[in-house]
């Protein structure tokens, strides 16, 4: 496979993604369904949240080497996203890249695998969201690759620039032009829970706050039944 080297995207405005960090994946999951990455990625360290600009990498299964490389070149605020082609045995994330994404300034690293040296990971406190742990990991074989190419994560098409937040609940990217839009919804979204949680608390119903009681009483009503309650 050979070096396919793009240069480093245009990052997402610091004020859309300080927005976008406000905003919980599970907000935005009430009100879109495309953009969310399967549901085993989970984050080494619980608790963390992330915002930045995707920084894409597509390694050859077995090779570490473009992910030296990726972090050499990547900027503060950046996340990489690393796809593997469906490999899921081997860690090409660990201690040692953790620390050096870490000090390069980079906001996360998502990987398309396992990754390993979970204690050193902590250690660094370097947010990273993956499939598992494994002890077998990757080598610097030289393999080639694609920096800054567009890349395929469980159906998800993922680019070069896009924004993206992760958090305990999972990892969701969307488009730069799109982030206004969606933190504004989620953001408004998130403000009006304190009250609901009030009337909860008050002996509101769910049902009746959600309108989902009146939705089946209406269902049940049109098919001559007597809803009971």
Excluded at 14 to 34: K, M
Excluded at 171 to 193: D, G, M, N, Y
Excluded at 209 to 226: C, F, N, Y
Aim: hydrophobic share 40%; with cysteine.
């Amino acid at each position: 496979m050979p070096y396919s080297i793009e240069p480093m995207p245009a990052q997402v405005e610091r004020e859309l993604i300080d927005e976008l960090a406000r905003c919980n994946t599970a907000t935005i999951g009430h009100f879109e369904n495309g953009g969310f990455l399967p549901t085993s990625f989970m984050p080494v360290i619980a608790g963390q949240r992330i915002a930045g600009t995707v920084v894409t990498i597509q390694t050859p299964p077995l090779d570490s080497v473009l992910v030296h490389y990726a972090i050499s070149g990547a900027r503060p605020g950046d996340v990489l996203v690393i796809a593997r082609g469906g490999e899921t045995d081997h860690a090409c994330w660990g201690g040692t890249t953790a620390l050096a994404a870490k000090l390069a300034g980079v906001s996360g690293a998502i990987i398309d695998g396992p990754t390993t040296d979970v204690a050193d990971q902590l250690s660094a406190a370097m947010p990273c969201w993956g499939r598992g742990t494994s002890p077998l990991t990757t080598k610097k074989l030289g393999l080639g690759g694609g920096l800054n190419v567009p890349v395929e994560i469980g159906g998800v098409v993922i680019r070069p620039g896009d924004a993206i937040l992760a958090d305990d609940n999972g990892v969701f990217i969307s488009s730069p032009w799109r982030v206004a839009e969606i933190t504004s919804e989620a953001l408004a979204r998130q403000a009006r829970k304190p009250a609901t949680v009030e009337q909860l608390q008050a002996g509101v119903k769910l049902g009746d706050l959600s309108g989902a009681d009146a939705i089946v009483r209406r269902g049940l009503e049109a098919q001559g039944k007597t809803p009971p309650w």
